[in-house]
Antibody, heavy 118, light 106 residues
Framework: EVQLVESGGGLIQPGGSLRLSCAAS????????MTWVRQAPGKGLEWVSA???????YYADSVKGRFAISRDHSRNTLYLQMNSLRADDTAVYYC????????????WGQGTLVTVSS | DIQMTQSPSSLSASVGDRVTLTCRAS??????LAWFQQKPGKAPKSLIY???SLQSGVPSKFIGSGSGTDFTLTISSLQPEDFATYYC?????????FGQGTKLEI
């Protein structure tokens, strides 16, 4: 059974760094197209980043240069390293697995809340 | 970036009704369009991909159609569990973008 469990969220000061984790089971993150999507409180969905099985990655303009997506085959975990955090990065962050490369996620985690505030 | 515009922003309906939600892209995205359902405090749930393909396990009461710039999601025989917010998303070109959502209310 496919399962995704995000962790690593919390309260962080502006300018700080945080690494989100997405632990997967039922499939291999290393051979699967994965994405991160976020949702600010009371707002809509915003695509953040994606990584192909071959390692190519893409980012939203709003996070480019500050966030980095990666994965660990041995831990079967997807990561999102977030640096230079700003108040407008405050959101619930979801990871999602896609059934094929370049397609939206069919399985989503429950999300982890990141709050950027002093 | 490709802009996605959903209409209406909110919609009131009754149990048993059939409703149609609309999503318009700012440029041609072929059929690279997905629909998601989200309930308060929950993760989005994938309903439709490739504009009209039903995700595994999703009931056939959800019907997606369209291509190019204009897309619709039709939900028939509304049940209480169908009242939620629905989002469309284009995956034709990065950055992927979502519509602002349509809130379906009783």
């Amino acid at each position: 059974e496919v399962q995704l469990v995000e962790s690593g969220g919390g309260l962080i000061q502006p300018g700080g760094s945080l690494r989100l984790s997405c632990a997967a089971s039922g499939f291999s993150v290393s051979s699967t197209y994965m994405t991160w999507v976020r949702q600010a409180p009371g707002k809509g969905l915003e695509w953040v980043s994606a990584i192909y099985s071959g390692g190519s990655s893409y980012y939203a303009d709003s996070v480019k240069g500050r966030f980095a997506i990666s994965r660990d085959h041995s831990r079967n975990t997807l990561y999102l390293q977030m640096n230079s955090l700003r108040a407008d990065d405050t959101a619930v962050y979801y990871c999602a697995r896609s059934p094929r490369e370049g397609y939206p996620g069919d399985y989503w985690g429950q999300g982890t809340l990141v709050t950027v505030s002093s | 970036d490709i802009q996605m515009t959903q209409s209406p922003s909110s919609l009131s309906a009754s149990v048993g009704d059939r409703v149609t939600l609309t999503c318009r892209a700012s440029q041609d995205i072929s059929t690279s369009l997905a629909w998601f359902q989200q309930k308060p405090g929950k993760a989005p749930k994938s309903l439709i991909y490739a504009a009209s393909s039903l995700q595994s396990g999703v009931p056939s009461k959800f019907i997606g159609s369209g291509s190019g710039t204009d897309f619709t999601l039709t939900i028939s025989s509304l049940q209480p569990e169908d009242f939620a917010t629905y989002y469309c998303q284009q995956y034709y070109r990065y950055p992927w973008t979502f519509g602002q959502g349509t809130k379906l209310e009783i």
